[in-house]
């Protein structure tokens, strides 16, 4: 099992407005690309120096290569709409593989 992990760093005063629109839209759309089985959104329990929320964003794949074809075919223009929509964010990705 293989999972892409987005961690999201967003301000306070766009937290509701980004949790709502995660759940409701743009996860729905990543599970629409076919290449994951299930997504899930956690809140990271820490203070940062800046004041923004951290949120990883997880998404379960059954192979590597759904994984990568996920990246090369349909990341591009949901990232884009994702920073096109909350402009003030830092997002980072990586991919993990179960042991």
Do not use: C
Request: aromatic content about 12%.
């Amino acid at each position: 099992m293989y999972v892409y992990n987005v961690t999201v760093g967003i301000d306070r005063e766009n937290e509701a407005e980004w949790v709502a629109w995660m759940k409701s839209e743009h996860m729905p759309r990543v599970l629409a690309t076919g290449m994951f089985s299930s997504a899930r959104l956690f809140k990271i329990l820490h203070e940062s120096e800046d004041g923004t929320l951290s949120y990883s964003v997880q998404y379960v794949a059954e192979s590597l290569d759904r994984v990568s074809e996920y990246l090369e075919r349909f990341a591009p223009a949901l990232i884009e709409e994702h920073r096109q929509r909350f402009a003030n964010h830092v997002a980072f990705r990586t991919v993990l593989e179960e042991v």
